[in-house]
């Protein structure tokens, strides 16, 4: 036969025959000037210092260990896609066996964000809900970082669950020796794991009812169904947020979005409580994604919040609300405070000031024309936006918490962890610690922190 064809056909049945686990065979010849497209460049690693017409079969050793977990989580990848959820459990665990691991734990964050909750399934280690501020699971999914406890005989593995840069939860196994190959290999998996978790989620009930920790109203459950994941880290720009009570919250919401560099962000609270005040947050919500997703100024945006509000609910029901605008590439950041609680800024874990503001009408009294105001933050800068029950908040027949006291106890959180997450779920937590856990109105907290500089480099993979 013509060597041209013939030649690499016989290639690919050596590398059948012989198998590519561990080495690759590959056939090496300079062909007749005639089939002169059929000569492509030689794969690093093979040589090709042979005389004219010749061919050989060359064997190079490859790193197994990388190729086995590509096969791994390549398998994976193919049935992932028609898994339905209940097999994910499964799944994960039948993965980790083929490494070695044992005790394998998907461990979700529950909606308090005081514990994470074991996923029951067919092949999980299902025991006590982990606390989050002291535990080795916990360490992991605050710091979103590995965590390794060594055991008699083993190491037990922490990897926090991470769908881009919400956290999930965390998965936990124990393996019997770990090396630099097990750690890379359970860092995708864990990456693959919270992806099927989040995407299975918009058509399954079993990651929600895994991370209820109590019964939740009706009105909670619009709520969280409206809500965003709770944090989103990139270079430029982190935030995070948290609502109480977790299980019976109503008319508080925030949201956002990032478009090209600029992100947006709104956060509401509707008056009243229970039924309607959900359902008046979530007009509210979704009247500023509509406008949001028309790419409209902050003016317009308000309008058509305030528009849709007062159509629907009349003058006698309203939304106090702040819409922003942050330039992530220069700092700048803009809003207009629709009867709001004026937001902080904070600078080195210190309160610099709060962003005071010409007031604006709340959403739904109607016809306002909107103050947007401006300020052009520092690198590292924070700016914490809060609704009216996290100051007014009170026990019966005792004064309410106040802006001085809650400032002190914003300055300590954010000494407490480097992240605009541990400082929101730190002081959220010290805030109805405070109150004897006692909440008596909706009290939501959302910061934001910009970083500046560029993510071009995530843009570029260099192999």
């Not at 790193?63 to 994976?76: C, K, M, N, P, T």
């Not at 929101?424 to 970083?451: F, K």
Request: hydrophobic share 45%; charged share 20%.
């Amino acid at each position: 036969m013509a060597f041209g064809d013939g030649g690499l056909a016989f290639g690919s049945m050596l590398n059948a025959r012989m198998g590519t686990d561990w080495v690759w065979w590959r056939l090496v010849a300079v062909l007749p000037m005639a089939y002169p497209s059929r000569v492509g460049p030689a794969p690093r690693g093979i040589c090709t210092s042979m005389g004219e017409g010749e061919w050989q079969a060359r064997r190079v050793v490859v790193d197994r260990a990388e190729g086995f977990g590509e096969r791994l989580l390549g398998a994976l990848l193919d049935r992932a896609h028609e898994m339905p959820p209940q097999l994910i459990a499964p799944l994960v665990a039948e993965e980790a066996s083929r490494i070695g691991g044992v005790d394998v734990s998907i461990l979700l964050q529950d909606y308090g964000q005081q514990v994470l909750r074991p996923l029951p399934g067919r092949g999980l280690t299902v025991g006590e809900p982990e606390r989050i501020d002291d535990s080795l699971a916990g360490q992991a999914f605050l710091s979103a970082t590995v965590v390794e406890h060594p055991l008699p005989g083993g190491v037990r593995m922490f990897l926090p669950l991470l769908d881009g840069s919400d956290e999930v939860g965390v998965l936990a196994l124990t393996l019997g020796t770990v090396d630099d190959d097990d750690r890379r290999l359970l860092r995708r998996l864990a990456g693959l794991v919270a992806d099927m978790i989040v995407t299975k989620d918009n058509y399954t009930d079993q990651f929600f009812q895994a991370r209820r920790s109590m019964p939740m109203s009706l009105a909670a459950e619009i709520q969280w169904a409206l809500l965003p994941p709770l944090s989103m880290f990139t270079p430029q720009v982190a935030l995070a947020g948290i609502l109480e009570p977790a299980y019976d919250v109503a008319g508080d919401s925030f949201d956002y979005a990032i478009n090209d560099n600029i992100l947006h962000l709104a956060v509401v609270d509707a008056m009243g409580h229970g039924l309607n005040a959900a359902l008046l947050a979530t007009l509210a919500i979704s009247a500023y994604r509509h406008a949001r997703r028309a790419s409209v100024g902050l003016a317009d945006l308000y309008g058509q919040m305030d528009a849709a509000v007062d159509e629907q609910f009349g003058p006698d029901q309203f939304v106090t609300a702040q819409m922003m605008r942050l330039d992530i590439a220069t700092g700048r950041l803009q809003w207009v405070n629709a009867g709001h609680p004026e937001p902080l800024l904070i600078r080195r874990h210190q309160v610099i000031k709060a962003l005071d503001s010409p007031g604006t009408l709340p959403v739904g009294i109607g016809g306002d024309t909107p103050h947007i105001s401006e300020e052009q933050l520092g690198l590292g800068d924070r700016v914490l936006f809060f609704t009216d029950g996290v100051t007014e908040a009170h026990r019966r027949g005792e004064e309410q918490f106040g802006q001085e006291r809650f400032i002190s106890f914003v300055e300590h959180a954010g000494r407490t962890g480097d992240s605009v997450q541990e400082m929101v779920r730190a002081l959220s937590h010290a805030l109805t610690r405070a109150r004897g856990g006692v909440t008596s109105d909706d009290a939501t907290l959302l910061a934001l922190e910009w970083r500046g500089g560029s993510a071009d480099h995530l843009a570029t993979i260099d192999l």
